[in-house]
């Protein structure tokens, strides 16, 4: 993307205050919905 095209410069007075954060993720889970072995809701479309 380019400034000035697609959007606008980034001021020096915006850029002050803006902060970047780093995030360690230690550990990660979740679950898998097997589609022929759960019940689905009509109300949501399949992927």
Do not use: C, H
């Not at 095209?5 to 001021?11: A, D, L, V, Y």
């Not at 360690?24 to 689905?40: P, T, V």
Request: avoid cysteine; aromatic fraction near 10%.
């Amino acid at each position: 993307m380019t400034p000035g095209q697609e959007f606008r410069p980034i001021t020096d007075q915006e850029l002050k205050r803006t902060s970047v954060y780093a995030i360690a993720i230690d550990s990660w889970s979740g679950k898998r919905n097997w589609a022929e072995k759960a019940e689905q809701s009509n109300e949501w479309p399949r992927l």
